[in-house]
């Protein structure tokens, strides 16, 4: 396949999951009586630019629709993440009451409803209906609209450019990289900043998290290769923050090429080297993800076989994108996984993609009193361990699968 950023051949293999059907595509009553699509769920990787990108099969608009499920706001540790960007931005760039602050990717609103509570001005761009509805119901001013030159050069012609623009888990998200990117380069006023989160590349492939990749990631990320997408498409990369977001994030700051004030840090050279140095721009790197992933994909059947042989009970816990990756990967059904605890109620009443589990409310956990609760969004661990830790009350432990099996 031709690279989507730089348009060369991209055939370095780093790993093939199979098919799946999207990850968010959850399934109704009604719609759990029909046939799935399925498609193959395949990353290679460009060796002329380095970017990791899966097979293309869609379009944004099929995988972010009205119906989309996915609310950000949902997780305290994403909420209290959230807020403590909006105030180190405020901060380091000394926004105020005549600044404007634009996010891409606004989802329900649980970042920019903090800039609103600051009297900051604030537009969110989002193209899902059902998480733009959220968002506008905490008072924030919505685009219902997908992001790219087009729509940045009607904002920009309506005197809406940006001081800071927030672009948090939504790179890895655009089938048109190039575009997207652009659209950034004409939003900003000329001394305005933009940063990118999202899960830095490197972290999984170390960690193994192969559960990250599913068809609404159609990029995986690292700084050697967004650095390169960003000087083609009018950006330029000052700073670089590594968090421990989704595994392993990077925090990348940019502004426009042309005439940005911010110097690059020396956390931007460092960083490039390190990749340099493991060997991120090197074929060598890339290859062993398949046999770490098949090997933990065996021990997720193996775990839920015994425990039904021994009579024990088995919950899942979070109806996340990447748990859908890892169950469908495993060939895991209700039969070894009778249902999956979520709190979004958007999720409740629903099925998940391919596996067709039924997704429930918690109190079927007091209710069932499993034995073992398997954490499907490892990223947020913590949170839940803390949240269900009454499950102690009947001796029940939890269980995670990234990056090895492990037992809580």
């Known amino acids: 396949m031709k690279c989507r950023?730089?348009?060369?051949?991209?055939?370095?293999?780093?790993?093939?999951?199979?098919?799946?059907?999207?990850?968010?595509?959850?399934?109704?009553e009604a719609t759990l009586h029909g046939p799935e699509k399925w498609f193959p769920l395949k990353v290679v990787v460009c060796e002329k630019c380095w970017l990791a990108q899966t097979e293309d099969f869609f379009r944004s608009d099929e995988l972010f629709d009205a119906d989309y499920a996915y609310f950000s706001g949902f997780s305290d540790t994403w909420l209290a993440h959230c807020e403590r960007y909006?105030?180190?931005?405020?901060?380091?760039?000394?926004?105020?009451?005549?600044?404007h602050v634009v996010e891409i990717a606004a989802n329900d609103g649980c970042?920019?409803?903090?800039?609103?509570?600051?009297?900051?001005?604030?537009t969110g761009v989002e193209p899902t209906s059902s998480t733009a509805a959220a968002a506008r119901g905490k008072g924030i001013s919505i685009i219902e609209d997908f992001f790219g030159v087009r729509l940045a050069s009607q904002m920009a012609q309506n005197g809406m450019q940006a001081d800071l623009t927030v672009a948090n888990n939504v790179l890895a998200h655009v089938p048109d990289i190039n575009d997207f990117v652009s659209g950034f380069a004409i939003l900003?006023?000329?001394?305005?900043?933009?940063?990118?989160?999202?899960?830095?590349?490197?972290?999984?492939?170390?960690?193994?998290?192969?559960?990250?990749?599913?068809?609404?990631?159609?990029?995986?990320l690292s700084l050697t290769a967004v650095s390169r997408i960003f000087e083609r498409n009018g950006l330029k990369v000052f700073d670089v923050e590594e968090l421990p977001t989704h595994g392993g994030s990077l925090r990348v700051y940019a502004q426009r090429r042309d005439d940005g004030k911010n110097h690059t840090t020396n956390n931007v050279r460092a960083l490039l080297q390190r990749e340099y140095t493991l060997g991120m721009t090197s074929p060598a790197f890339?290859?062993?993800?398949?046999?770490?992933?098949?090997?933990?994909?065996?021990?997720?059947?193996?775990?839920?076989?015994?425990?039904?042989?021994?009579?024990?009970?088995?919950?899942?816990?979070?109806?996340?994108?990447?748990?859908?990756?890892?169950?469908?990967?495993?060939?895991?059904?209700?039969?070894l996984l009778p249902y999956v605890v979520d709190l979004n109620p958007a999720?409740?009443?629903?099925?998940l993609p391919g596996s067709r589990i039924p997704i429930v409310p918690e109190g079927y956990?007091?209710?069932?009193?499993?034995?073992f609760v398997l954490i499907l969004p490892?990223?947020?661990?913590?949170?839940?361990?803390?949240?269900?830790?009454?499950?102690?009350?009947?001796?029940?432990?939890?269980?995670?699968?990234?990056?090895?099996?492990?037992?809580?």
Not at 86 to 99: H, N, P, Q, T
């Open 86 to 99: 909006v105030v180190d931005m405020i901060k380091r760039f000394g926004l105020g009451a005549e600044s």
């Open 378 to 408: 490892w990223n947020i661990r913590d949170e839940i361990i803390k949240q269900l830790s009454y499950i102690r009350q009947w001796n029940g432990k939890f269980v995670t699968l990234i990056p090895a099996l492990n037992f809580l």
């Open 5 to 28: 950023h730089c348009g060369a051949e991209a055939t370095l293999p780093l790993i093939d999951l199979g098919s799946a059907p999207p990850s968010n595509a959850y399934l109704t």
């Open 347 to 351: 999720k409740q009443g629903k099925y």
């Open 286 to 335: 890339y290859l062993g993800l398949q046999e770490k992933a098949n090997l933990l994909k065996d021990y997720l059947v193996s775990f839920l076989i015994e425990r039904k042989r021994e009579g024990k009970k088995v919950a899942g816990y979070g109806a996340a994108a990447k748990g859908n990756t890892l169950l469908n990967y495993a060939g895991v059904r209700p039969d």
């Open 365 to 371: 956990l007091t209710a069932g009193k499993p034995d």
């Open 188 to 220: 900003l006023n000329p001394n305005g900043v933009v940063t990118f989160e999202f899960p830095h590349l490197m972290q999984l492939i170390d960690k193994n998290q192969f559960d990250t990749i599913y068809h609404e990631h159609f990029s995986y």
């Open 111 to 122: 970042l920019l409803q903090f800039v609103n509570e600051r009297n900051i001005p604030c």
